[in-house]
T-cell receptor, first 114, second 110 residues
Framework: NAGVTQTPKFRILKIGQSMTLQCTQD?????MYWYRQDPGMGLKLIYY???????DKGEVPNGYNVSRSTTEDFPLRLELAAPSQTSVYFC?????????????FGSGTRLTVV | TQLLEQSPQFLSIQEGENLTVYCNSS?????LQWYRQEPGEGPVLLVT?????EVKKLKRLTFQFGDARKDSSLHITAAQPGDTGLYLC??????????FGEGTQLTVNP
């Protein structure tokens, strides 16, 4: 199993540019999440989804958008990149038994906005 | 917003030493998880604790969930360089998502 796959692994954006971070999972998980991790910090939730067609804001949603048209995919969109969005972004997924099996994370996308 | 506080934030020890990492909150959690993250990778689940007072062992790692389900600890016996990483605790309040602590960066020197 591939688990959770994120692309790209690295990206440099100029201020004001847009991009989509891709995330796909092959475990048929209902729940999917986007986190950002700044240096020396924990994970902050940007958006999450409990199933196809359903998304909700997390702690730090400003400047981001998401969609969930299929169970497998949960892309994160940055419309107008700002230096404050320089971070490592992690996508994760879980089943309804997340209390037992936890989250499965991708390997991250390192984004630099200059 | 529930807050999970981890301590210490940084820990550097010699191989063979023992250590304990703490995770505390004012909120009650239905379950609590511990993850380890290595550089350039996403966090990987180590264990889930569910019952107040529960103790789980994973080789040299011992995890405990507080009786009131508000805190947890991770104890490592005879630490090895391979234990180096960022240790994250995460609490579940029966909502749709976990709340993560800020993490403890552990370095084990040979």
């Amino acid at each position: 199993n591939a688990g959770v796959t994120q692309t790209p692994k690295f990206r440099i954006l100029k201020i004001g540019q847009s991009m989509t971070l891709q995330c796909t999972q092959d475990m048929n998980h209902n729940y999917m999440y986007w986190y950002r991790q700044d240096p020396g910090m924990g994970l902050k939730l940007i958006y999450y989804s409990v199933g196809a067609g359903i998304t909700d804001k997390g702690e730090v949603p400003n400047g981001y958008n998401v969609s969930r048209s299929t169970t497998e995919d949960f892309p994160l969109r940055l419309e107008l990149a700002a230096p404050s969005q320089t971070s490592v972004y992690f996508c994760a997924s879980s089943s309804r038994d997340r209390w037992k099996q936890g989250y499965t994370f991708g390997s991250g996308t390192r984004l630099t906005v200059v | 917003t529930q807050l999970l506080e981890q301590s210490p934030q940084f820990l550097s020890i010699q191989e063979g030493e023992n250590l304990t990492v703490y995770c505390n909150s004012s909120s009650v959690f239905s379950s609590l998880q511990w993850y380890r993250q290595e550089p350039g990778e996403g966090p990987v689940l180590l264990v889930t604790v569910v019952t107040g007072g529960e103790v789980k062992k994973l080789k040299r790692l011992t995890f405990q969930f507080g009786d009131a389900r508000k805190d947890s600890s991770l104890h490592i016996t005879a630490a090895q360089p391979g234990d180096t990483g960022l240790y994250l605790c995460a609490g579940d309040t029966s909502g749709s998502r976990l709340t993560f602590g800020e993490g403890t960066q552990l370095t084990v020197n040979p």
